[in-house]
Each structure stands twice: as C-alpha cells, then as structure tokens.
Nanobody, 115 residues
Framework: QVPLVESGGGLVQPGGSLKLSCQAP????????LGWYRQAPGKQRELVAR???????NYADSVKGRFTISRDNAQNTAYLQMNGLKPEDTAVYYC?????????WGQGTQVTVSS
C-alpha cells in the first residue's frame, strides 16, 4: 500500500484554525472514500469527518459547523479545515483512504489546542 503523507498539525490557541493535508501519491485517488480520524491520549480513535468519491460528507457531532473536509482529486490530496478549535480537539489526527479492499492510513499529525 502507498503511504499517506500528512501535514499541517501544530500548536494553536483556542479559537484558532489549522488546515491538515493528506497526500496519497500513486493511487486512483478519486475512487476512494477519504476520512480523517483522531485519537486523544487514553481514548479510542474516532471518526472526525468523511467524504465519499461523489463528494458527500459526514461529520462527528462534536465538529459540525467548525470543521470542513474536502478533496482535490487532481492533486491526490485530502484536506481538513479546522476552525474554532477547542482544547478538546487536541489529538493525533490520521487520514484514511478506503474502498474496494484498499485501506491505508497516514502516520498521524499532532494537533494541540492550548493557551
């Protein structure tokens, strides 16, 4: 499986914004479902947002209205725009490409929301 390359994490103050990127070179990117997950210390990994190949999206209730998932099939890249960040959004964020028996994960990028 092709490794996914994530970027964009970091430290931000409450109320701030970050944009995560996930590149998936060398695959037929447009046919897959793309997802962003996160895992906070001591907690299970949870789905944050997902976008289908047709562009339909769904979000965790905790991020609705604040986060936006998108995809650029020409660039084989998925994005997660995160606005209005809260301390409870602190976690390692992972991207996932899934479908047709294919399931690949990124290495994770740390997002820390703190004053």
């Amino acid at each position: 499986q092709v490794p996914l390359v994530e970027s964009g994490g970091g430290l931000v103050q409450p109320g701030g914004s970050l944009k995560l990127s996930c590149q998936a070179p060398g695959i037929a990117f447009n046919i897959y479902v793309l997802g962003w997950y996160r895992q906070a210390p001591g907690k299970q990994r949870e789905l944050v947002a997902r976008i289908t190949r047709g562009g339909s999206t769904n979000y965790a209730d905790s991020v609705k209205g604040r986060f936006t998932i998108s995809r650029d099939n020409a660039q084989n890249t998925a994005y997660l725009q995160m606005n209005g960040l809260k301390p409870e959004d602190t976690a390692v964020y992972y991207c996932n490409v899934n479908g047709f028996g294919y399931d690949a994960w990124g290495q994770g990028t740390q997002v820390t929301v703190s004053s």
